[in-house]
């Protein structure tokens, strides 16, 4: 038989920290606006054709309709593209100071919240002991840096 080769642990490629780029940025939500403003110009002129083209073969209340509803689309892109002013760095740290105790491993994700699709963040923390004694979920507004929600329990988890 072949002699099995042990294979090391190790992350692939795209995982490995040292390979990142320090300057990558999470996508703001300042772009929904892009799309905003194209629905906008549709639903005018779908609207407008609706309108002004009425008695006209060539349109017909459809695109009235049509028009109605790609701007009430639009306006929700508007409503839905509230900036992203903290980043995860950021959030941790005002984590952090909310919870009251020190920070050791953590997890941020970026989420979004409600019919606006407001961005917040949301952390799992756990305690800086060597077992943690404590964890705790917090949700931050990611626009304002407002902590909405908090948990703080017991780590239940066996580490030992």
Same mark, same amino acid.
């Given at each position: *038989? ?5 294979? %090391?642990?190790s /992350?692939?490629?795209? /995982?490995?920290?040292?390979? @990142?780029?320090?300057? &990558?940025?999470? %996508? +703001? ?9 194209? &629905? ?5 002129? !779908?609207?407008?054709? $609706?309108? #002004?083209? /009425?008695?006209?073969?060539? !349109? +017909?209340? $459809? =695109? ?10 639009? =306006? &929700?892109? #508007?409503?839905?593209s509230?900036? @992203? ?14 919870? $009251?105790?020190?920070?050791? %491993?953590?997890? !941020?994700?970026? *989420?979004?919240r409600?019919?606006?699709?407001k ?11 060597p077992?943690?004694?404590?964890? !705790? ?7 304002? $840096? ?13 580490? @030992?």
């Amino acid at each position: *038989m072949e002699d099995e080769k042990e294979i %090391p642990d190790s /992350l692939p490629e795209d /995982l490995e920290v040292s390979f @990142t780029s320090p300057d &990558y940025e999470i %996508p +703001n939500n300042d772009r929904r606006r892009i799309a905003g403003f194209l &629905y906008l110009v549709v639903g005018v002129v !779908a609207l407008g054709l $609706g309108i #002004f083209a /009425l008695g006209s073969p060539l !349109a +017909n209340t $459809g =695109f009235m309709y049509a028009g109605i509803g790609i701007l009430c689309v639009a =306006f &929700y892109s #508007f409503f839905a593209s509230a900036s @992203t002013s903290i980043d995860e760095g950021q959030a941790l740290l005002l984590a952090e100071s909310d919870l $009251g105790f020190a920070a050791g %491993p953590a997890s !941020a994700q970026m *989420m979004w919240r409600g019919w606006g699709s407001k961005p917040v963040w949301r952390l799992l923390i756990y305690s800086q002991e060597p077992h943690p004694e404590f964890r !705790a979920v917090v949700i931050i507004d990611a626009g304002n $840096g407002e902590v909405l929600e908090r948990v703080v329990e017991e780590n239940p988890e066996d580490w @030992t």
